[in-house]
């Protein structure tokens, strides 16, 4: 049976989050997981054609190869069983055509082909939950919609196709799939070999050097996008690592298994072009033993890396900080507020201002560059709370020249904290399609639902960001 898997051009926030030209990892890995079962694979990755492209366009900007580009690249296939990967940039984009225009392409192109939507969701990047029937009954609805991660699921479709037994899974209804079970093979090391890697890398390279926000982490075209975990064992009210619908997953942290992970570096130490790896972790660092052995292969090929989500304060050491000052260009790291009340009544980050305080000071003690992560907005948070997170990001500044990022706390529907908000009644009464310009743009919540008003808040975030730009431009 012929399967293809397509990562789609995406059309992109400007104001996004997260790394949309890294996305089309999580297509890698299910590639890789169907070839491993016995499945005839093919991938069709619009970041990986010599024709792939950023084309600004603001508000929104469009990645990959033009559409009419991209659907002839399409008619060059043949397949049984197409898999379009639903990311959350598709899911965001708020004009259902675009989506539509290749679900429409595949059928016409092979019209007795099996057609699956799937989510991919391999963390390390937002999930946005969405209303299936938004995909399910729309005109061009595919035969199949499978949620959250999706190699379980998807074996499973594909296994009902082949036995032509399909008819009994109903199509009207998301298909659900269970988390890939831990340890997480790396499928005879091919993840990267699913396409051609110096396309992509040569991908990267426009979208960067055409990128005039900040990157701070310094994702150019030497940059392979990398997973050593999925999921975490904590449980953050924001986080969308486990979304609603997998609520029964959550607190599961998976690591590759550490002989496959090290086997998948070798090989991608192997392109001469690849000089970093950009871990996309949820909490790299929660396994000390598996982070310690992820640096240490590293170190072995000379590759350098970045850390954008950031690493535990209270699962770093003073070794590990001497380390990552030899490797990455600016350590990360999130207190999330300045308040012990929220972040340990309402956040549940399980991490104390300390913690993080202690893990600057090794980081200073480096010269190695640090950003501390703080969000305000919380429910019920009070002017005094907002007043500790602004008091201890301007001390941790001064004190260790560590950068404070500043985002408002939107609750992006699947997480504890959107429920919450929607028990007690927050939310606007119109919610947003694209999350991506509120993180940085305007707090989401009704004014009242915190004791600082909305605009307050605005004004406050920006007056800190304003100090912090001019002492670092004077120096």
């Not at 690249?73 to 539509?100: G, M, N, R, T, W």
């Amino acid at each position: 049976m012929r399967v293809l898997l397509l990562h789609p051009p995406l059309q992109v926030n400007y104001n996004h989050i997260d790394y949309p030209a890294l996305s089309s990892l999580a297509l890698w890995q299910n590639a890789a997981c169907l070839k491993h079962h016995g499945y005839e694979i093919r991938v069709l990755d619009a970041f990986s054609l010599s024709t792939s492209q950023k084309t600004s366009t603001k508000p929104y900007f469009y990645i990959g190869p033009e559409k009419k580009e991209f659907i002839r690249e399409l008619s060059k296939e043949s397949f049984d069983v197409a898999i379009i990967h639903l990311d959350q940039y598709l899911v965001q984009y708020p004009q259902k055509e675009f989506l539509s225009g290749i679900i429409a392409a595949c059928r016409k192109l092979q019209p007795n082909a099996k057609l699956i939507l799937a989510d991919m969701h391999i963390g390390g990047m937002n999930y946005v939950a969405y209303d299936p029937a938004r995909f399910l009954e729309s005109k061009y609805a595919p035969d199949w919609l499978v949620r959250f991660e999706s190699e379980m699921g998807l074996l499973t479709l594909l296994e009902a196709i082949q036995d032509g037994v399909s008819h009994r899974i109903d199509s009207g209804k998301p298909v659900d799939s269970a988390l890939l079970p831990g340890p997480i093979s790396t499928f005879d090391d091919s993840i990267y070999e699913m396409v051609d890697i110096n396309l992509y890398l040569d991908f990267l390279t426009k979208y960067t050097e055409s990128d005039d926000r900040v990157n701070p982490f310094k994702l150019d075209g030497t940059t392979i996008p990398f997973k050593s975990s999925r999921g975490c064992c904590f449980d953050c009210n924001f986080c969308t690592s486990h979304p609603s619908g997998m609520a029964k997953h959550r607190r599961q942290w998976r690591p590759l298994v550490p002989e496959e992970m090290e086997s998948q570096i070798d090989k991608i130490s192997r392109n001469t072009r690849v000089e970093k790896l950009f871990v996309i972790d949820e909490a790299a660092n929660i396994g000390q033993d598996h982070f310690s052995r992820l640096l240490s292969h590293c170190e072995k090929h000379h590759l350098k890396l970045e850390f954008p989500n950031g690493l535990r304060a209270d699962k770093l050491n003073r070794k590990f900080v001497e380390r990552l000052a030899e490797k990455i260009s600016l350590l990360s790291l999130s207190p999330e507020s300045g308040s012990k009340n929220i972040l340990s009544n309402v956040i549940g980050k399980k991490q104390t201002l300390a913690e993080v305080q202690r893990a600057t000071l090794w980081a200073y003690d480096n010269k190695l560059p640090t950003a501390l992560h703080f969000m305000i907005g919380m429910p019920g948070e009070k002017r005094t709370d907002i007043a500790k997170t602004f008091a201890f990001a301007q001390k941790m500044f001064e004190d260790y020249g560590a950068e404070p990022w500043l985002q408002f706390a939107i609750p992006i529907p699947g997480t504890a904290l959107f429920e919450e908000c929607e028990k007690q009644g927050l939310l606007p009464d119109e919610l947003p399609i694209d999350y991506n310009p509120l993180f940085q743009g305007n707090p989401m919540l009704k004014n009242g639902s915190v004791e600082v008003p909305n605009g307050e808040m605005k004004r406050l975030k920006k007056a800190l960001e304003d100090k912090v730009r001019k002492k670092i431009k004077s120096e």
